[in-house]
């Protein structure tokens, strides 16, 4: 996509992580109630179920250019990982994307910045394209300590990776302290991390790389305040937990 002055544009995307919610009956009844409001929009659309309830949104979205993705998946190929689930079980379901390093992860699962990098990079081999979350504590934000944070989640989540590789992976900047909170970042605050991811990603990979990644702002994001959001200029989306679950979503898409 082009602009008016022939610039490349990066396209819209709104991603809904429905988290540990919808059995697989609630899953396709619920699809099925907002199919044709998020169908054929402008914005790249993932719905990202619980593992269980892939095939049945999978079904339900059949005949339309929404993706679907999961909230996670391990680093191995295969083996004696009980409870875990491979990029290759992902793939074979025709799963387009995948969370990775959610803040839930991180700190119910203690998941690493290490782990993180490892899944990043076999998403990668395999096919599938890493949402790659980072964010903030309230304690880090009080601390003033933003940036450094920041950049040392990038640094090591993207740490081996090709420039070639960066730039299919999307990132989610989610302050932790907006996720679920319904404490919504200023559009000042959500920009201004935003942007500096992209320096962030600009400094490993160059300019080019960092034009073309995709960005997104998550936490607390409702169909009254994405609009502003998705407006700022280093924000291409965003990714929606709570409102993702209702009709409201639909809303969030066409914003
Ligand atoms: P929320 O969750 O929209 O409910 O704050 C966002 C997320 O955790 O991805």
């Not at 309830?53 to 059949?62: C, E, Q, R, S, T």
């Not at 839930?104 to 290490?114: G, K, W």
């Not at 999307?170 to 319904?182: L, N, S």
């Not at 990714?239 to 639909?250: C, D, I, N, R, T």
Request: proline share 2%; hydrophobic share 40%; charged share 25%.
């Amino acid at each position: 996509m082009t602009d008016d002055q022939g610039e490349m544009m990066r396209r819209r995307i709104v991603a809904a992580n429905w988290k540990m919610n919808m059995t697989s009956d609630e899953a396709g009844a619920f699809i099925n109630t907002i199919r044709e409001g998020i169908n054929g929009k402008e914005a790249e659309v993932h719905i990202i179920p619980p593992f269980v309830d892939i095939a049945v949104v999978k079904d339900a979205l059949k005949g339309t250019d929404i993706l679907v993705g999961a909230q996670n998946m391990y680093y191995e190929d295969k083996g004696a990982f009980t409870g875990e689930i491979s990029a290759d079980m992902l793939t074979c379901l025709g799963v387009h994307s995948v969370v990775i390093g959610h803040s839930e992860r991180r700190n119910i699962f203690s998941e690493d910045d290490e782990m993180i990098n490892l899944k990043v990079k076999k998403a990668l081999e395999k096919g599938l394209v890493p949402i790659l979350c980072c964010g903030e504590s309230l304690d880090t934000r009080e601390a003033g300590k933003v940036s450094e944070w920041i950049n040392a989640q990038i640094e090591s989540a993207f740490s081996g990776i090709s420039a070639q590789d960066a730039v299919k992976c999307i990132i989610a900047y989610e302050p932790i302290w907006a996720i679920g909170t319904g404490k919504v970042a200023t559009t000042d605050q959500a920009q201004e991390v935003c942007l500096l991811i992209r320096e962030k990603i600009k400094e490993l990979y160059g300019s080019e790389t960092a034009e073309d990644i995709h960005i997104l702002y998550g936490g607390s994001v409702k169909a009254d305040n994405c609009k502003e959001l998705f407006e700022c200029p280093d924000i291409d989306g965003g990714l929606v937990g709570g409102a993702s679950l209702k009709p409201e979503f639909v809303d969030i898409v066409n914003a």
